[in-house]
C-alpha cells in the first residue's frame, strides 16, 4: 500500500462489522486520487478480505500505477 501512496493514491482497507452482521459484504477496498483520470476509483466490496488485493491490484496495474510483487 505503500507504494501506491508513493504514487499519489489514497487506499482505505475497511472491515465494516455492522455489514457483517447484516450478511452482507464487510469487506471494502477503495483506491482514488490524482493518478486516476476524471476522479475515476477502484472499489470492490466482497465477503472475504482477503480476496481484494487479487481483485483491485490487477485493476490498478491497468490504469498503470506500478505495485511490487
Known sequence: MEALAEQGVTVLF???A???REGRKPWTFVASGDPFHEDL???TGRRVGGGLPETCLPQLRE???IIPE
Open 14 to 16: 475497511k472491515a465494516d
Open 18 to 20: 455492522e455489514r457483517m
Open 41 to 43: 476509483l477502484v472499489r
Open 63 to 65: 490504469r498503470g500505477l
